[in-house]
């Protein structure tokens, strides 16, 4: 074995140990939060040396920072496919709470997020990556004419955001978002009204499974 082949063996081994680590890392937060969490649970879930996770995170704090900017790794990893930029818009939305109910490092960030003051400062900045992503999504749907003349793309993002957050929340807490798909469809047909003409609702499906064709 080369050099380089061997330097690359030892490169792949250390970046499945870092995923192995925040995997595990993230099974512990989403079940324990941030505060009842410890080195040593996530030690045992991962099943690797002290030395090993410290190689990668030097604290409880960094491994959860880091599973926190997963969100912005998921978010530019999603490219919903329709033309029309609302029905990306609401795929998009589908597509989180799906992750919510079965990606594990979505779901542990989610909850860090929420929690984040009691380890760190506190940073708006995974709401106001979701919110910038679906501002320049609102401001595709309003230059394609697909919004009310009145709808601001900045503040409709806000609002969309919000009200998101708020459902997949009340969801949890009421029934372990066992209902949280529904709820998001109520959610949008009570939003869509407000946001676009009803020549551009017709053409838009709100619905758990996004078509694949325009």
């Known amino acids: ?3 380089d082949e061997e330097q690359a063996v030892g490169q792949a081994r250390a970046e499945a140990t870092r995923t192995g680590v925040l995997m595990a890392a993230a099974a512990v937060f989403e079940r324990k939060g941030f505060a009842g969490a410890t080195i040593a649970d996530i030690l045992d879930q991962a099943s690797v040396t002290k030395g090993a996770l410290y190689f990668h995170f030097d604290s409880k704090e960094s491994l959860a920072a880091a599973i926190i ?15 029309w930029a609302m029905q990306r818009i609401i795929d998009l939305s ?3 709470v799906h992750a919510l109910r079965s990606d594990p490092l979505v779901r542990a960030s989610i909850r860090l997020t929420l929690e984040r003051n009691t380890f760190r400062t506190d940073d708006p900045s995974p709401y106001e990556g979701w919110v910038s992503t679906v501002a320049q999504l609102f401001v595709e749907a309003r230059d394609a004419g697909e919004l009310h003349t009145d709808v601001d793309p900045d503040r409709a993002a806000a609002v969309a955001v919000a009200a998101l957050t708020g459902t997949q929340l009340v969801s949890e807490a009421l029934s372990g978002r066992e209902d949280v798909v529904e709820r998001v469809e109520d959610l949008w047909h009570l939003l869509l009204p407000g946001l676009v003409p009803a020549r551009v609702r017709n053409r838009l499906t709100v619905r758990a499974t996004p078509p694949t064709t325009d």
Do not use: K, N
């Open 1 to 3: 074995m080369t050099v």
């Open 94 to 96: 589908f597509r989180f």
């Open 69 to 83: 900017e997963q969100q912005a790794d998921w978010r530019e990893a999603q490219a919903p496919e329709s033309r």
